[in-house]
């Protein structure tokens, strides 16, 4: 059995905690937060050790692995001193706060051997959204020629997260630039337009919604839509078109039940709540394939690499969206 530790009992660190203690191959054994009792309450539902502070849980021999899910701007730091103490990192997305700590972290990472670390990218490991990769691997769609990604999320997180998040595009659309690239490779011209639909943020100084354009390196294009608030739930929605078909991914909901009364037809549940709802699966097998990373020695992926890449993305689109003008990256 895998020894997995979570750093950080926060929304995203106790969707992983519980991914770990319900794994055939891991347990979950210890919990790292610093903030009141929160380790103590995750750590006491799985029977784990808690921890206060991650150097003393980096120190612990019985911990083979750690999943990083604290604030962003201590992913870094956390990533450097799990891997220098030997174990295996799951980092949530964005690696970084910028573009140049990233780097340093990728650079840093290899000058010594360390266990695989691997980035928290898990819409690659979507059901759905993996079936669409494997269909346009295989050619099924012909020449991938356009991508749309709708992601609004149900509720907007609050002001206090927004602080130390990094803003829009390298929180929320960090995502939607991971699945641009899974599909269409490198993106060499980003183009961006910010809005700013929510009141209660309007004091964070940071967009809270967004509509992205990317061109990929072999000229397909994606378009991606964002909002931090969509009240009719969290909206997830794909479409990859290519020359011979396309694939298309709707919004789940808790039944596949469809409703006729004499005043409506057609009528169906309101959308999944939120990622916990909607990603569950991924979670669940990114958390897998993780593990096989660890034991098997198969493939880490989304890497280090992809997560710096998909911040440069991020960041172009801050620079695009806050100048007017589209933002080349090719040179
Ligand atoms: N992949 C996804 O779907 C997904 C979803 C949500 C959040 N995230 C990412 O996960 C990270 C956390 O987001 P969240 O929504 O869970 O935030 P959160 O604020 O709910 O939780 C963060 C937790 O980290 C703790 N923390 C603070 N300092 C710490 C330290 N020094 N060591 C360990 N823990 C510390 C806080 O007390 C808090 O409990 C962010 O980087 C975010 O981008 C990813």
Not at 58 to 82: E, R
Not at 84 to 104: C, F, I, N, Q, T
Not at 118 to 147: C, H, N, W
């Amino acid at each position: 059995m895998l020894r997995v530790a979570v750093i950080g009992a926060g929304r995203i660190g106790k969707i992983h905690a519980s991914a770990v203690a319900s794994h055939p191959q891991a347990d979950l054994v210890a919990v790292c937060d610093p903030i009141g009792t929160a380790a103590e309450d995750l750590a006491a539902l799985h029977g784990a050790k808690a921890y206060k502070d991650a150097d003393d849980l980096f120190a612990d021999p019985d911990v083979d692995a750690v999943i990083i899910g604290s604030p962003t701007p201590l992913h870094a730091p956390q990533v450097l001193g799990a891997t220098r103490a030997g174990k295996a990192v799951l980092v949530e997305k964005p690696v970084a706060s910028d573009v140049e700590s990233a780097r340093a972290l990728e650079a840093e990472l290899e000058t010594f051997e360390h266990p695989p670390v691997m980035v928290g990218f898990q819409r690659r490991y979507d059901p759905s959204i993996r079936r669409a990769k494997e269909l346009a691997d295989a050619g099924e769609l012909g020449t991938i020629e356009q991508v749309t990604i709708v992601s609004r999320d149900s509720a907007p997180p609050p002001a206090s997260y927004i602080a130390v998040s990094g803003g829009i595009f390298k929180d929320m659309t960090i995502h939607d630039f991971d699945e641009a690239r899974f599909f269409i490779g490198d993106i060499v011209e980003v183009s961006a337009f910010g809005q700013n639909v929510l009141p209660e943020l309007a004091e964070t100084g940071d967009f809270d919604a967004a509509v992205v354009v990317l061109r990929g390196k072999n000229g397909a294009v994606a378009s991606i839509t964002n909002n931090r608030r969509c009240v009719t739930g969290y909206d997830q929605r794909l479409e990859v078109h290519g020359s011979t078909g396309s694939a298309i991914m709707d919004n789940w909901r808790p039944t596949t039940l469809s409703v006729n009364t004499k005043d409506a037809s057609g009528t169906q549940q309101p959308y999944l709540d939120f990622f916990l709802e909607r990603y569950a699966d991924a979670y669940r097998n990114e958390l897998t394939a993780f593990i096989d990373a660890i034991n098997n020695g198969t493939e880490v992926t989304p890497t280090v690499a992809d997560g710096v890449a998909a911040l440069v993305v991020a960041q172009a689109a801050g620079e695009s969206a806050h100048s007017g003008r589209t933002v080349r990256l090719d040179g």
